[in-house]
Protein backbone atom coordinates (compact mmCIF):
# COMPACT_ATOMS: atom_id res chain seq x y z
CA UNK A 1 0.00 0.00 0.00
CA UNK A 2 1.68 3.63 -0.92
CA UNK A 3 0.84 4.70 2.41
CA UNK A 4 2.05 8.35 1.95
CA UNK A 5 -0.18 8.94 -1.33
CA UNK A 6 -3.30 8.26 1.02
CA UNK A 7 -1.79 10.47 2.92
CA UNK A 8 -1.39 13.41 0.55
CA UNK A 9 -4.61 12.27 -0.77
CA UNK A 10 -6.58 13.30 2.86
CA UNK A 11 -4.43 15.69 3.36
CA UNK A 12 -5.48 17.82 0.31
CA UNK A 13 -8.88 17.28 1.35
CA UNK A 14 -8.57 18.69 5.11
CA UNK A 15 -6.62 21.79 2.93
CA UNK A 16 -10.45 22.94 2.10
CA UNK A 17 -12.00 22.45 5.10
CA UNK A 18 -11.17 23.98 8.42
CA UNK A 19 -12.66 21.74 11.14
CA UNK A 20 -11.60 20.54 14.49
CA UNK A 21 -9.85 17.21 15.63
CA UNK A 22 -11.15 14.24 16.54
CA UNK A 23 -11.25 13.23 20.29
CA UNK A 24 -9.27 10.14 19.88
CA UNK A 25 -7.47 10.31 23.16
CA UNK A 26 -10.84 10.78 25.05
CA UNK A 27 -11.12 7.49 23.77
CA UNK A 28 -8.07 5.77 24.06
CA UNK A 29 -8.67 7.26 27.79
CA UNK A 30 -12.25 5.94 28.09
CA UNK A 31 -11.03 2.25 27.97
CA UNK A 32 -9.06 3.10 31.36
CA UNK A 33 -12.14 4.25 33.33
CA UNK A 34 -14.09 1.02 34.38
CA UNK A 35 -17.40 0.05 35.25
CA UNK A 36 -18.48 4.25 35.41
CA UNK A 37 -22.43 4.47 35.36
CA UNK A 38 -22.91 7.10 32.79
CA UNK A 39 -24.41 7.35 29.15
CA UNK A 40 -23.75 9.50 26.40
CA UNK A 41 -25.78 11.13 23.30
CA UNK A 42 -23.86 11.92 20.07
CA UNK A 43 -24.89 13.75 16.91
CA UNK A 44 -23.80 13.92 13.68
CA UNK A 45 -21.89 16.90 12.19
CA UNK A 46 -20.47 16.58 8.64
CA UNK A 47 -18.33 18.06 5.89
CA UNK A 48 -18.72 18.76 2.24
CA UNK A 49 -15.25 17.19 1.57
CA UNK A 50 -14.50 13.64 0.69
CA UNK A 51 -13.96 12.52 4.59
CA UNK A 52 -16.25 12.81 7.08
CA UNK A 53 -16.99 11.46 10.43
CA UNK A 54 -20.09 10.37 12.14
CA UNK A 55 -21.75 10.65 15.69
CA UNK A 56 -24.49 7.96 15.64
CA UNK A 57 -27.34 8.41 18.07
CA UNK A 58 -27.95 7.69 21.62
CA UNK A 59 -26.99 5.49 24.49
CA UNK A 60 -28.82 3.73 26.86
CA UNK A 61 -27.88 2.08 30.42
CA UNK A 62 -29.59 -0.87 32.16
CA UNK A 63 -28.80 -2.45 35.60
CA UNK A 64 -30.62 -5.59 36.01
CA UNK A 65 -33.39 -5.31 33.66
CA UNK A 66 -33.93 -1.87 35.47
CA UNK A 67 -35.60 1.07 33.51
CA UNK A 68 -32.70 2.97 31.33
CA UNK A 69 -31.28 5.88 32.58
CA UNK A 70 -32.13 9.58 32.02
CA UNK A 71 -30.66 10.43 28.48
CA UNK A 72 -28.54 13.39 28.71
CA UNK A 73 -29.09 15.93 25.73
CA UNK A 74 -28.02 15.73 22.22
CA UNK A 75 -24.66 17.00 21.89
CA UNK A 76 -22.59 17.36 18.43
CA UNK A 77 -18.87 18.12 17.30
CA UNK A 78 -17.44 19.20 13.75
CA UNK A 79 -15.03 16.06 12.43
CA UNK A 80 -11.47 16.38 11.00
CA UNK A 81 -10.39 16.01 7.02
CA UNK A 82 -6.77 14.93 7.82
CA UNK A 83 -5.80 11.39 9.35
CA UNK A 84 -4.21 12.06 12.62
CA UNK A 85 -0.53 10.95 13.33
CA UNK A 86 -1.23 8.97 16.06
CA UNK A 87 -4.48 6.94 14.35
CA UNK A 88 -5.10 4.63 11.68
CA UNK A 89 -7.73 3.60 9.03
CA UNK A 90 -10.15 0.10 8.24
CA UNK A 91 -12.10 0.17 6.04
CA UNK A 92 -15.05 -1.64 4.23
CA UNK A 93 -15.13 0.77 0.55
CA UNK A 94 -15.13 3.92 1.18
CA UNK A 95 -15.90 3.97 4.77
CA UNK A 96 -13.74 3.29 7.45
CA UNK A 97 -13.30 3.70 10.87
CA UNK A 98 -10.09 5.26 12.54
CA UNK A 99 -8.45 3.65 15.42
CA UNK A 100 -5.14 3.72 17.54
CA UNK A 101 -2.65 3.07 16.46
CA UNK A 102 -1.61 0.66 18.91
CA UNK A 103 -4.29 -1.20 18.81
CA UNK A 104 -4.30 -4.79 17.61
CA UNK A 105 -6.53 -6.21 14.28
CA UNK A 106 -8.99 -9.36 15.51
CA UNK A 107 -7.07 -9.95 18.81
CA UNK A 108 -9.78 -12.87 19.71
CA UNK A 109 -9.97 -15.61 21.47
CA UNK A 110 -13.01 -17.50 20.58
CA UNK A 111 -13.99 -14.62 19.30
CA UNK A 112 -13.71 -12.65 22.39
CA UNK A 113 -11.23 -9.51 22.50
CA UNK A 114 -8.39 -10.22 24.66
CA UNK A 115 -6.92 -6.44 24.20
CA UNK A 116 -8.29 -3.72 22.22
CA UNK A 117 -8.57 -4.56 19.05
CA UNK A 118 -10.42 -3.22 15.67
CA UNK A 119 -11.91 -6.38 14.16
CA UNK A 120 -11.92 -7.02 10.35
CA UNK A 121 -12.39 -10.28 7.89
CA UNK A 122 -12.30 -12.38 11.13
CA UNK A 123 -12.68 -15.37 9.86
CA UNK A 124 -14.01 -18.76 11.58
CA UNK A 125 -13.93 -18.47 15.27
CA UNK A 126 -13.45 -21.53 17.69
CA UNK A 127 -16.33 -21.64 20.77
CA UNK A 128 -15.22 -21.79 24.20
CA UNK A 129 -16.96 -19.47 27.42
CA UNK A 130 -14.54 -16.73 27.63
CA UNK A 131 -15.56 -13.36 29.76
CA UNK A 132 -13.95 -10.21 28.13
CA UNK A 133 -11.63 -8.68 31.07
CA UNK A 134 -12.47 -5.16 32.04
CA UNK A 135 -11.02 -2.14 30.53
CA UNK A 136 -10.49 -3.28 26.49
CA UNK A 137 -12.28 -1.66 23.70
CA UNK A 138 -12.86 -3.46 19.98
CA UNK A 139 -14.46 -1.60 17.08
CA UNK A 140 -16.28 -4.57 14.52
CA UNK A 141 -16.50 -3.23 10.83
CA UNK A 142 -17.99 -5.39 8.30
CA UNK A 143 -20.19 -5.47 5.32
CA UNK A 144 -22.92 -6.94 7.17
CA UNK A 145 -24.18 -7.09 10.71
CA UNK A 146 -22.41 -9.84 12.58
CA UNK A 147 -25.03 -9.85 15.25
CA UNK A 148 -29.05 -9.36 15.51
CA UNK A 149 -28.90 -5.22 15.02
CA UNK A 150 -32.12 -3.52 15.76
CA UNK A 151 -32.13 0.49 14.79
CA UNK A 152 -33.42 3.07 17.49
CA UNK A 153 -33.02 5.83 15.35
CA UNK A 154 -32.30 6.86 11.79
CA UNK A 155 -30.62 9.77 11.18
CA UNK A 156 -29.17 11.53 8.36
CA UNK A 157 -25.06 11.38 7.67
CA UNK A 158 -24.03 13.92 4.77
CA UNK A 159 -27.08 13.43 3.17
CA UNK A 160 -26.75 9.58 3.60
CA UNK A 161 -29.21 7.49 5.64
CA UNK A 162 -27.60 5.66 8.72
CA UNK A 163 -28.81 3.81 11.68
CA UNK A 164 -28.76 4.06 14.99
CA UNK A 165 -28.63 0.82 17.58
CA UNK A 166 -28.25 2.52 20.75
CA UNK A 167 -25.71 1.35 23.33
CA UNK A 168 -26.72 -1.03 26.54
CA UNK A 169 -24.67 -2.06 29.31
CA UNK A 170 -25.06 -5.37 30.84
CA UNK A 171 -24.78 -5.26 34.42
CA UNK A 172 -21.78 -6.79 35.93
CA UNK A 173 -21.48 -9.36 39.00
CA UNK A 174 -18.55 -10.67 41.29
CA UNK A 175 -17.26 -12.43 38.20
CA UNK A 176 -18.25 -10.23 35.08
CA UNK A 177 -17.41 -6.83 34.24
CA UNK A 178 -20.03 -4.59 32.89
CA UNK A 179 -19.74 -4.50 29.12
CA UNK A 180 -21.15 -2.08 26.71
CA UNK A 181 -22.36 -2.37 23.16
CA UNK A 182 -23.98 -0.01 20.19
CA UNK A 183 -23.95 -0.12 16.69
CA UNK A 184 -24.03 1.71 13.50
CA UNK A 185 -25.64 0.65 10.14
CA UNK A 186 -25.34 2.42 6.86
CA UNK A 187 -27.56 0.44 4.57
CA UNK A 188 -26.86 2.63 1.21
CA UNK A 189 -22.90 1.79 2.08
CA UNK A 190 -23.58 -1.78 2.98
CA UNK A 191 -21.46 -1.10 6.03
CA UNK A 192 -21.61 -1.72 9.79
CA UNK A 193 -19.84 -0.75 12.17
CA UNK A 194 -20.40 -2.28 15.95
CA UNK A 195 -18.38 -1.02 19.35
CA UNK A 196 -18.60 -2.72 22.46
CA UNK A 197 -16.47 -1.96 26.07
CA UNK A 198 -15.86 -3.32 29.33
CA UNK A 199 -14.48 0.08 30.07
CA UNK A 200 -17.92 2.07 30.17
CA UNK A 201 -20.59 3.32 27.49
CA UNK A 202 -18.77 6.79 26.60
CA UNK A 203 -16.28 4.52 25.04
CA UNK A 204 -18.82 2.92 22.84
CA UNK A 205 -19.96 6.54 22.29
CA UNK A 206 -16.17 7.93 21.79
CA UNK A 207 -15.45 5.22 19.28
CA UNK A 208 -18.81 5.19 16.89
CA UNK A 209 -17.72 8.73 16.06
CA UNK A 210 -14.55 7.78 14.14
CA UNK A 211 -16.41 6.49 11.05
CA UNK A 212 -15.13 8.42 8.05
CA UNK A 213 -16.23 8.26 4.73
CA UNK A 214 -13.16 8.29 2.18
CA UNK A 215 -13.70 8.99 -1.77
CA UNK A 216 -10.12 8.65 -2.93
CA UNK A 217 -9.35 5.17 -1.06
CA UNK A 218 -11.51 2.03 -0.67
CA UNK A 219 -10.60 -0.81 2.23
CA UNK A 220 -9.42 -3.93 0.96
CA UNK A 221 -12.18 -6.38 0.96
CA UNK A 222 -12.11 -9.73 3.34
CA UNK A 223 -12.15 -13.24 2.06
CA UNK A 224 -12.39 -15.17 5.10
CA UNK A 225 -15.77 -14.07 5.66
CA UNK A 226 -16.87 -15.01 1.69
CA UNK A 227 -16.40 -18.32 2.30
CA UNK A 228 -13.83 -20.96 3.85
CA UNK A 229 -12.86 -21.97 0.05
CA UNK A 230 -12.90 -18.58 -1.60
CA UNK A 231 -11.80 -19.41 -5.27
CA UNK A 232 -9.01 -17.16 -7.11
CA UNK A 233 -12.11 -15.98 -9.55
CA UNK A 234 -14.34 -15.28 -6.64
CA UNK A 235 -11.87 -13.15 -4.91
CA UNK A 236 -10.79 -11.48 -7.76
CA UNK A 237 -14.34 -10.56 -8.62
CA UNK A 238 -14.59 -8.91 -5.04
CA UNK A 239 -11.32 -6.55 -5.61
CA UNK A 240 -13.11 -5.60 -9.04
CA UNK A 241 -16.27 -4.23 -7.24
CA UNK A 242 -14.60 -2.05 -5.36
CA UNK A 243 -12.14 -0.92 -8.55
CA UNK A 244 -9.03 -3.42 -6.82
CA UNK A 245 -6.82 -4.79 -9.29
CA UNK A 246 -5.20 -8.11 -8.07
CA UNK A 247 -1.30 -10.32 -8.57
CA UNK A 248 -1.31 -13.53 -7.79
CA UNK A 249 1.42 -15.57 -5.80
CA UNK A 250 1.16 -19.46 -5.14
CA UNK A 251 2.32 -21.08 -1.69
CA UNK A 252 1.82 -24.93 -0.62
CA UNK A 253 -0.51 -24.98 1.91
CA UNK A 254 -1.56 -28.39 2.94
CA UNK A 255 -4.95 -29.14 3.43
CA UNK A 256 -6.32 -26.40 1.85
CA UNK A 257 -7.62 -26.61 -1.61
CA UNK A 258 -6.23 -25.85 -4.27
CA UNK A 259 -6.49 -22.18 -5.69
CA UNK A 260 -8.24 -21.09 -2.39
CA UNK A 261 -7.00 -17.53 -1.14
CA UNK A 262 -4.93 -18.12 1.92
CA UNK A 263 -3.47 -14.40 2.16
CA UNK A 264 -3.78 -10.93 0.62
CA UNK A 265 -1.98 -8.00 1.31
CA UNK A 266 -2.16 -5.13 2.22
CA UNK A 267 -4.16 -7.22 4.99
CA UNK A 268 -8.63 -6.68 4.39
CA UNK A 269 -9.51 -3.24 6.07
CA UNK A 270 -6.61 -1.26 4.77
CA UNK A 271 -7.43 2.00 3.37
CA UNK A 272 -5.76 1.93 -0.01
CA UNK A 273 -5.81 4.64 -3.08
CA UNK A 274 -8.65 3.73 -5.52
CA UNK A 275 -7.42 1.41 -8.35
CA UNK A 276 -4.49 0.13 -6.43
CA UNK A 277 -3.22 -3.73 -7.03
CA UNK A 278 -3.17 -6.23 -3.95
CA UNK A 279 -1.37 -9.56 -3.71
CA UNK A 280 -3.28 -12.55 -3.50
CA UNK A 281 -1.84 -15.49 -2.24
CA UNK A 282 -3.53 -19.01 -2.93
CA UNK A 283 -3.13 -22.49 -1.66
CA UNK A 284 -0.32 -24.56 -4.61
Known amino acids: MNESKLSELLEQAGERTAVNPPPIDAMRSGATRRRRRRTAVWSAAGTAVAVAAVIGGSTALTNNGASPLEQPPVAG ?8 DDVRLVGVGHTAVAVPKDWATNQLRCGTPTKNTVIVDPGPQGYCFL ?154
Open 77 to 84: RTPTATVP
Open 131 to 284: QQAAGIVSVQIGSKPAVEFKADETFQLNGVEAQRQRTVCTASDADRPTTCAGAVLIPSRNVWVRAVSSADAEAVGKALEQIWFIQDATGVPGFQSLDLDTSKADYAQELGKVGLQAEFATKQEPGVPKGSVIAVSPRPGTMVPNGSTVTVTLAG
